[in-house]
């Protein structure tokens, strides 16, 4: 094993999880920029995925010395192997790009809307971000953009601290909203996007694709339950949930279903349109979803047949970059009445809202409008300093949920 990786299982459980979710994020902003510079981020993190999952393999092999530890070692193979293919599947939707598949401008104009965008920003020296740590420059308050790695040349940091110094030539990966994107590049000195870097040359355009429109309102949908059910996979194993474990059986169903219609929907516009073959990219971006939901489900074999979950791979999945917290709203608390929205959610605490359980039903990614109740019980994920605002907000004790 290389000196500049981790040691030890967890270590390496947490930091490949955090890898293969950045690049996923990373693949779908490949998408929105028709970016092969972000498409070539997503393939150099493909490699040290690879590298730490052949490590991870070697050490769990060597950490099996009884039928019992075969068992659970089986458990963290498993998500092993799947993590590695949620990183293929990744690398599947960059290629979109970089082969111009084809992907109708539909899509571009609604992948805004369907969740957070990642960015990317080299920082250019004497720059407000050159020199001055995550802490003093409170990038989510002031930009609504949180950072979520930060490379300096071939050196990759998962998990950045306040205390962290940003640096000329450091490229920062960020998550927030789509308006946030301008003001992080003139911080960081970067010349503004210019007006074709939103918009996919490799694009149907001009041809009748009115089936197609409703395909690209299912890819959106697939894509963010993709997301879910690989939050709800990890919580299921940190909390060894069976009815989490379910949920996410139940989204890969789904994820199946909507696949199948989007195969059809293509079939018929393909029909309209004089070169059907620019019609690729929507199946290959739907086969990739799907194949994230199908990884997901896999992971959650272990709770759904009641086996032993190693507890390095818990310990991993509560350590890595972005926790995943599971709290009840209380009656009474500021949260109780009032929509996600006017909450103002995750600027306010920095996580986001994956799913919301009420009276035994869940919501995934609540919108806006989405109005709590006390009693709901919700499922948020993201940085370690949020878990105070959120407790605040949801009128619990620190201590209540330690």
């Known amino acids: 094993m290389r000196e500049d990786r981790p040691r030890n299982l967890k270590e390496m459980l947490s930091e490949a999880k955090n890898t293969s979710e950045l690049m996923v994020d990373l693949a779908y902003a490949a998408l929105f920029y028709n970016s092969e510079d972000f498409s070539e981020e997503v393939f150099r993190l493909e490699g040290r995925l690879n590298d730490l999952v052949f490590d991870m393999r070697t050490l769990a092999i060597l950490a099996a010395r009884s039928p019992a530890d075969s068992e659970q070692m089986a458990g963290i193979l498993q998500v092993v192997q799947d993590i ?12 979109i790009v970089v082969k111009k598949l084809g992907i109708p401008p539909e899509l571009l104009q609604d992948l805004p809307a369907a969740e957070e965008v990642t960015s990317r920003v080299s920082i250019y020296p004497e720059s407000e971000l050159d ?9 989510p308050v002031e930009t609504g953009m949180r950072p979520i790695a930060v490379r300096s040349g071939s050196e990759w940091n998962f998990d950045p601290d306040p205390e962290d110094v940003l640096r000329e030539g450091d490229v920062l990966f960020l998550q927030g909203p789509p308006e946030g994107v301008a003001e992080i590049r003139e911080l960081a000195g970067a010349p503004p996007l210019g007006p074709g870097e939103g918009s ?28 879910v059910a690989v939050g709800l996979a990890y919580s299921a194993l940190l909390y060894y949930d069976a009815g989490l474990a379910r949920e996410v059986v139940a989204i890969e169903d789904e994820m199946d279903e909507m696949r199948y219609r989007i195969e059809r929907w293509v079939l018929l516009s393909a029909k309209r349109i004089e070169d059907p073959s620019r019609l690729r990219g929507v199946l290959h971006l739907a086969t990739a979803s799907e194949a994230i939901a199908d990884c997901a489900q896999e992971m959650v074999w272990i709770v759904e047949k009641g086996e032993e979950v190693h507890p390095v791979l818990s310990a991993a999945v509560g350590e890595s970059d972005e926790i995943v917290l599971k709290l009840t709203v209380s009656p009474g608390s500021p949260a109780d009445g009032r929509t996600l929205g006017s909450l103002h959610f995750e600027t306010e605490t920095g996580m986001y809202a994956l799913a919301v359980n009420r ?10 409008t989405f109005a709590l109740r006390g009693g709901d019980s919700v499922l948020a994920t993201g940085a370690p300093e949020g878990v105070e605002p959120l407790a605040e907000l949801f009128g619990q004790e620190l201590e209540e949920i330690s």
């Not at 149907?204 to 890819?219: C, I, Q, T």
């Not at 009276?359 to 806006?368: A, E, F, I, L, N």
Request: hydrophobic share 40%.
């Open 200 to 227: 996919s040359d490799a694009v149907v355009a001009g041809d009748d694709l009115s089936e197609l429109e409703r395909a690209v309102d299912l890819l959106i949908e697939m894509k963010n339950l993709s997301e």
């Open 84 to 95: 590695e293919k949620i990183g293929n599947a990744a690398n599947d939707i960059a290629k």
């Open 359 to 368: 009276g035994g039903r869940w919501t995934y990614r609540p919108r806006d």
């Open 131 to 139: 020199g001055r740590s995550l802490w003093e420059l409170d990038l």
